[in-house]
């Protein structure tokens, strides 16, 4: 099975000339006053509910090392995956209209965070690590190439100021 590896930085479209804006709209509701609200910061809770019109709601905590409920999705995490998908989804528009056949899409995406003295921080970098299985008849080479192409394209790497990282593997499918 030929296996491809790319890595490649995030090449960003800031200060392109825009056509379409988009609106997207959200409700964060803090679910974790308790009784005291933040009177004893070891004491309230980092619980919150992410509200989209007609969306199943997502239960959200900070991340444990801030005090958060490890059984639920935080900021972090969801930035990390959010990156993940909107690469995902042009990838596979990319490879739609050129031809190429995914037959499976599979990523393993991982964030770095630094943390600084202060308490604030940054991501470092996102490594997208995707295995995608493409048919036998498909141009592995432009299925390469099209990575570079989605990550133009990704409207969230666009709007992150750190790089992403692309670790592909392709795979030919078995008859």
């Given at each position: 099975m030929p296996i491809l590896t790319a890595h490649f930085f995030c090449a960003s479209t800031?200060?392109?000339?825009?056509?379409?804006?988009?609106?997207?709209?959200?409700e964060v509701n803090w679910t974790g006053a308790g009784r005291n609200g933040t009177k004893n910061y070891r004491a309230y809770e980092r619980h919150y509910d992410v509200i989209i019109d007609g969306k199943p709601t997502i239960k959200g905590s900070s991340d444990p090392a801030f005090r958060g409920d490890p059984a639920c999705h935080n900021p972090e995490d969801l930035l990390v995956a959010a990156t993940s998908s909107c690469h995902m989804l042009w990838y596979l528009h990319y490879c739609s209209v050129?031809?190429?056949?995914?037959?499976?899409?599979?990523?393993?995406?991982?964030?770095?965070?630094?943390?600084?003295e202060d308490g604030s921080g940054r991501f470092e970098k996102i490594t997208l690590q995707p295995i995608i299985t493409i048919t036998a008849t498909s141009d592995i080479q432009k299925a390469k190439e099209l990575h570079q192409d989605a990550n133009k394209a990704c409207f969230i790497a666009n709007s992150l100021n750190c790089p992403v990282l692309h670790e592909a593997t392709i795979l030919i499918a078995e008859d």
């Open positions: 800031y200060g392109a000339i825009m056509s379409k804006t988009h609106h997207y709209s959200t050129n031809n190429i056949v995914v037959t499976a899409y599979k990523d393993k995406a991982e964030g770095i965070m630094s943390e600084a």
